[in-house]
């Protein structure tokens, strides 16, 4: 069969069929770089998502981008990534075939309302389910160098010099312990 009427008939591109018959182009060959992963690093990178899945750490986007970059630094294989981080399109055609994922937000609310129904069930066990909302307390601590490293300040271009804070503890600062009750009252501030 000519090659004009068998494309026409399986609507393959003349100049496609030409290539072929020719053998400047591979049959079966795909086009473009080969992928930077072996099929065992991808099947070992799917294990590892579904497995801190389930332990209740289901990694986001860019947690998995991430660690790919790490390990193909790591390795040292040539890719055509920026910084050899992969995008978010190479990121939904890794995910795509695999019908193990779902969508992060029901996944982590059905692990949410588990952990609730959890901690529940075990308030009931200690006969301590119903306590009053203002014995119930929350307690945070948050710090404030005194004298950051490494940021970039913007001021007048007209000025020679800017302020800054020398000392001999680069690792001053300043503490404050915040808490509140359920009963929406707060607890004055420690500051320290």
């Known amino acids: 069969m000519p090659l004009r009427s068998t494309s026409v008939k399986f609507e393959v591109p003349y100049s496609t069929l030409k290539y072929k018959k020719n053998g400047k182009s591979k049959v079966g060959a795909k086009s473009g770089s080969g992928t930077t992963l072996t099929t065992e690093e991808k099947d070992k990178l799917h294990e590892w998502i579904l497995t801190v899945g389930k332990d209740g750490f289901p990694p986001t986007a860019d947690h998995i981008v991430n660690s790919v970059q790490k390990m193909v630094t790591h390795l040292k294989r040539p890719n055509?990534?920026?910084?050899?981080?992969?995008?978010?399109?190479?990121?939904?055609?890794?995910?795509?075939?695999h019908s193990n994922y779902t969508k992060e937000g029901n996944r982590n609310r059905n692990w949410l309302r588990a952990w609730f129904k959890e901690v529940k069930t075990y308030l009931a066990k200690h006969n301590v389910l119903h306590i009053e909302r203002n014995c119930i307390f929350n307690c945070d601590e948050t710090a404030a160098l005194l004298n950051p490293k490494g940021q970039r300040v913007v001021v007048n271009k007209k000025k020679r010099s800017t302020h800054a804070r020398v000392g001999s503890n680069d690792?001053?600062?300043?503490?404050?312990?915040?808490?509140?009750?359920?009963?929406?009252?707060?607890?004055?501030?420690?500051?320290?």
């Open 80 to 97: 055509h990534s920026t910084n050899n981080k992969p995008g978010r399109a190479w990121l939904r055609r890794f995910l795509s075939p």
């Open 171 to 192: 690792k001053e600062c300043v503490k404050v312990l915040i808490a509140g009750n359920a009963a929406r009252q707060v607890v004055p501030s420690l500051v320290m």
